[in-house]
């Protein structure tokens, strides 16, 4: 151990002032990783402590990313038994005292990346290697989340780079940033970190430790999508996907009826996995929690979506209507072989042993339902269900899926419609590329569309629709049609894909998120609350919420 004294968390507490006038973002207590000494991080354990001590500050809006995200999409539906604070997420009448609204946890996280960022010694050297470098590249990306996270919940934030020590600093008239210029300013203040490894800590309480940090190009791949620069979007994915001897391909995980049998009454499953495991290539990055809240913080996302003992099995929120009806309408074929019978079947719309056997097969794969018998005065609930998408232990923020679709997202808005749609049906690898991509839009898309063919292949690559619709390269109803101009072909691949989001990524606190983003890039407010006032499907549209949502304003938490 340095002989300096690390204190990690509430080792100052600084009353933050008034300013401009969203004076309650910074007037909170907020802790700093302080050092007792001259208060300067020179030590090559500095970082370590520092980075963990980030991660902490990281863990309480880990849970509230996800909430936000979900409850207030079209995927989901609260029960009676919802707390009022998610209720009002939920129906967009949350208030500055809702639980859920609390901008200075944000700035918690930001004012220690600040102080990090300020203090650190990145002249120090260790074996003719710089001792901070990796960490400083870290702490940038644990920022520049950060501020996006808290543009795209309150639509303008106060902007700060410098750490806040004092009350006079905190009193400064700082300037007022939103969704465009976040985005625009951490673009630049992350590219030349591009290229910069990880710190490595080994397994820190059994987990990757490589895994808490998020990698630099899939970042500014979400700054450039949110702030519409689309090539420079879809460069930063694709450079992270085909980056040498650290290649990303989607594998090969799905749920499926087996080829083998004509009946549609045998599945082979290898996808829910990817959900009750951390160990697998499928997670890109997340944020640690601790096992038990006697621990920590750890995350409590189960006692919202699951029956747990800790609800008393009364689960909060439930699939949507909506969701249920999209899974249900898609369709699902195999390619039946038979020594020398090949033939494409397509499966029944209606299964009367489960009716989510149907089309897309991965919501059946991660929720379930089931009744208990229950004494009459039991205070268990009798009707249990469990979405196998959450663990205690950690939040995950990337997953390769979710960035093979902002992908095909960032393609199709820089004009590449069958590329993108490339991504859904078949696959990037490079015979699927020349065969289902037209030499004119391969040619514009340059080395976008560059993947060895040596590390990317028919036997790791699936395209994203095939996770739970069979063989979707085999589906002849699952076509790109021709459709009059670009801008047409376009809006019809983002449909695509806002659908492909809801089948994969459920659950998992993107769908307002990539809601709000696709209705700013067609300028349209009526797309995302036609979503949203739609999410109990076929038994009833929400014409209130509609009308509601049609105002921006109400997209983004109040602030007093």
Known sequence: MKSKSIILAGSLLISLGVITSCEDMLDTTSSLVMFSDDNALDEASDSVYSVIGIINKMQVIADRTVLLGELRGDLVELTANASVDLQELAEF???????????????????????FLATADTSLTKRNEPVFMKEYAVVKTFRAWTYLQLAIVYEEVPFVTE???TEEEANKDYPMYNIDSVCN???????????????????????DSKKFFIPVRVL???????????????????????????????????????????????????????????????????IPMESSAAEGVCS????VFTSTSN??????????????????????????TNGTTRDTLYAPETNEENA????????SSVYSTETVNQYSNSTYSSERQEIGKYVTDHVVL???????????????????????????????????????????????????????????????????????????????????????TLADSINYVEDLICNENALETSFEGYRFFDLMRMSLHRNDNTYLAGKVAGRKGSSGYDASLYNLLLDKGKWFLPVE
């Open 185 to 207: 300013y951490f673009i630049k203040d992350l590219d030349p970190y591009v290229n910069t490894d990880f710190p490595s800590y080994g397994a820190i309480n059994n987990l």
């Open 356 to 363: 989510l056997w149907v089309g897309d097969l991965r919501l």
């Open 311 to 336: 609800n008393n099995y009364y689960y909060q929120t439930t699939p949507s209507k909506k969701l249920i009806e999209l899974s249900a309408a898609q369709s699902n074929c195999i390619v039946y």
């Open 163 to 165: 750490p806040i020590l």
């Open 398 to 484: 990337y997953r390769r899926s979710q960035i093979y679709l902002r992908f095909a997202e960032a393609l199709n808005r820089a004009g590449f419609p069958q590329s993108a749609f490339a991504v859904l049906k078949y696959g990037l690898y490079p015979s699927n590329i020349n065969q289902y991509i037209a030499a004119d839009e391969r040619a514009a898309a340059g080395n976008l569309l560059s993947f060895s063919q040596y590390s990317f292949s028919a036997s790791n690559t699936l395209g994203i629709h095939s996770r739970g619709c069979g063989n979707a390269a085999a589906n002849l109803n699952y076509v790109l049609p021709t459709l009059a």
């Open 300 to 303: 409590e996302l189960k006692d």
């Open 93 to 115: 009448t949350a208030g500055t005292g809702n639980a859920y609204n609390s901008p200075s946890d944000y700035y918690a996280v930001i004012n220690n990346c600040n102080y």
């Open 220 to 286: 500014l791949g979400d700054l450039c999508l949110w702030a519409e620069r689309y090539m420079e979007a879809a460069q930063y994915y694709h450079d992270y996907l085909v980056l040498d001897n650290y290649e990303v391909t989607t594998g090969t995980s799905q749920v499926t009826w087996s080829n083998q049998v004509t009946t549609f009454d045998m599945m082979l499953e290898n996808y829910s996995y990817q959900f009750s495991s951390i160990g697998n290539d499928e997670v890109i990055s997340y």
